[in-house]
DNA sequence: CAAGAATCCTGTCAGC
DNA sequence: TGCTGACAGGATTCTT
């Protein structure tokens, strides 16, 4: 999916169109993603007005006049295109609609549909299910390396899983986890427990360079994510181990004993690092 | 309780 | 060109 730094970005560009404006019109042209939408969104967006924004890990919160906030997550595969009103014809996989009073259309297309989109009352939003499990934002001050070897104490999984974890740390996914693994020095099949002291130093820092620097390149675009303003990220450039099987590692002091980036397979999700610089 | 597998869904790509 | 199977950014739910 869409991970911390696209989240991030579609965020920031749902804000630029939305923020401090009026929903003119709400459309839902399905019952469902992931779960049911819930009952009367379309009626309940529609001539909603917008206060503002936040991201809690991989979710988007659009907080609402009238004290409710719109949950937004975009799972696997989904995006939000923002275009000038006009077209009548909905765009395939295109779920929900919304349509400002500037005259922009922002439609939420989910071609696998493993997003959701739910409300809930603003003062309570930390509360609601999907968010009140999670672990704490990666950007934020209080994740810091003591935090984060607390949650890995005692844990007997690769730190690869436990990262992915999203009650570990909120926002990583495939991606960011062996990017940030590979900067850390750290193989993703050492155990999570082990990961304390001098390396749980090095990953914090690297978890946090890893995303900032992504979200500076406005995301990593894949076949179907585009920053809402059909501007493509260019993280994915910067990649240096994720896709990357059998290349040579960068870090490598080269042959002999580089055997190149290796994929392995864990917990069904394909991890790759470089064997001789990641232990 | 914790960890791993199965599952939801559609699109794309490699290989035949 | 067309078919088939593997695989894809996630996270819940089910099994061990």
Redesign the pocket.
């Known amino acids: ?3 911390l730094p ?1 989240v991030e970005t579609v965020m920031r560009g749902l804000a630029a169109r939305l923020e401090g404006r009026t929903i003119r019109l709400a459309r839902i042209h399905r019952p469902d993603l ?1 779960w049911p939408f819930p009952a009367g969104l379309a009626a309940r967006l529609t001539g909603a007005h917008v206060l503002g924004f936040r991201r809690r ?3 988007i919160l659009m907080r609402l006049a009238g004290g409710e906030s719109v949950l937004i ?1 975009l ?3 989904g995006r939000m295109v923002i275009t000038p009103c006009g077209a009548n014809t909905v765009p ?2 295109e779920h929900l609609t919304l349509e400002t009073e500037e005259g922009w259309r922002i439609g939420f297309v989910d ?4 997003g959701c989109v739910d409300l809930l009352a603003t003062a309570a939003e930390d509360a609601h299910r ?1 968010l009140a ?1 999670l672990g704490p934002e990666p950007l934020e001050a209080a994740f810091t390396p003591a935090v984060l070897e607390a949650a890995l104490a ?5 730190i690869k ?2 990262l ?3 009650r570990t740390v909120a926002g ?4 960011y986890v062996c990017e940030a693994l590979f900067r850390a020095g750290l193989s993703p099949r050492r155990l ?1 427990h082990t990961v304390a002291g001098a390396a749980v130093r090095r990953l914090v820092p690297a978890i946090q360079a890893t995303l900032t620097e992504a979200i500076a390149a406005g ?7 585009v920053q809402p303003s059909g501007e493509l990220g260019y993280f994915q450039h910067a990649w240096k181990v ?1 896709g990357r099987e059998g290349e040579a590692c960068e870090q490598c002091p080269g042959p002999p004993g580089c055997t190149g980036i290796a ?1 392995i ?1 864990q ?4 991890t790759f690092y470089c064997r001789r610089m990641q232990r």
């Not at 071609?111 to 493993?114: H, I, S």
């Not at 990583?172 to 991606?175: F, M, R, S």
């Not at 917990?267 to 394909?270: A, D, F, L, T, V």
């Open positions: 999916m869409p991970e696209e992931r890990g991989k979710y997550h799972g696997m595969s395939a996989h071609p696998r549909r493993f999907l499990g005692g844990r007997i999984t690769p899983a436990a992915l974890d999203q990583l996914g495939n991606i999570a995301g990593s675009s894949l076949r179907d994510y994720y994929r397979v917990s069904g999700r394909s």
